[in-house]
């Protein structure tokens, strides 16, 4: 049962545009919405976080939007650069107590071309 | 601060053959987990460790075993290498209360033939 569902699987941007994933989930208990980046040859590493009860978070170039009626989640990267290449992986957590597990979506592959 | 390390950064095994993954930390993090990646399929989580003689089972143990004697470190085992477990693996660390803030090592890129 994949638990988050990412959407695209890969993604082609100019230079300037707007980059856009999206990810779904099932399970309600989920309270905490990471995002990674990762670099090819490298581990991922965090990029941004959201908790369900804000509907927008931005960092910079970076922006997540969270609609907790849908069950849905969104990065969003503006003036995407080249050196924005990577791949971007959404994630999931119950961060209540003796919840462990980080789910991951499959990821998506981002080209941005001069 | 290393950071999360790991060894080798490649290896190549024969089916049948048994190896050790090494993974060490130095930020004095409880939790640390052991993901798989393939193409296509994302970070699948093989086993974690919430703090020392503490270990449990992810998404994927089947053919691996961990073990967690001291904070720092982290090995993972392969028992009889499969052709199936052909990937990149990536070990991670966190505090216990922010596993979602998640410290990944460089990988091991294992080939089994």
């Known amino acids: 049962q994949q638990q988050v569902k990412q959407s695209p699987q890969s993604l082609i941007v100019q230079k300037g545009g707007i980059s856009i994933i999206n990810c779904a989930y099932e399970?309600?208990?989920?309270?905490?919405f990471p995002w990674y980046q990762q670099f090819p040859g490298k581990g991922p590493a965090l990029l941004i976080a959201?908790?369900?009860?804000?509907s927008e978070k931005k960092e910079g170039r970076f922006t997540i939007s969270f609609n907790k009626s849908a069950k849905q989640f969104s990065l969003h990267i503006m003036d995407s650069q080249p050196g924005d290449s990577a791949t971007y992986f959404c994630?999931?957590?119950?961060?209540?107590?003796?919840?462990?597990?980080?789910?991951f979506g499959k990821g998506t592959k981002l080209s941005v071309i001069p | 601060n290393a950071g999360v390390t790991q060894t080798p950064k490649f290896q190549v095994l024969k089916t049948g053959q048994s190896m050790t993954l090494q993974c060490a930390q130095d930020?004095?993090?409880?939790?640390m987990s052991w993901y798989r990646q393939d193409p296509g399929m994302g970070l699948r989580l093989i086993h974690y460790?919430?703090?020392?003689?503490?270990?449990d089972q992810g998404e994927v143990p089947n053919g691996y075993n961990v073990s967690r004697s001291t904070t720092e470190d982290f090995p993972l085992r392969l028992l009889s290498a499969a052709p199936s477990q052909t990937s990149v693996y990536f070990c991670?660390?966190?505090?216990?209360?922010?596993?979602?803030?998640?410290?990944f090592g460089p990988g091991t890129r294992l080939t089994v033939t």
């Open positions: 991670a660390s966190s505090r216990k209360d922010r596993i979602s803030e998640q410290y």
């Open positions: 399970n309600t208990a989920f309270d905490y």
């Open positions: 959201i908790r369900p009860d804000v």
């Open positions: 994630a999931a957590i119950y961060s209540g107590a003796g919840s462990y597990q980080l789910t």
């Open positions: 930020m004095n993090h409880e939790y």
């Open positions: 460790s919430v703090g020392a003689g503490i270990t």
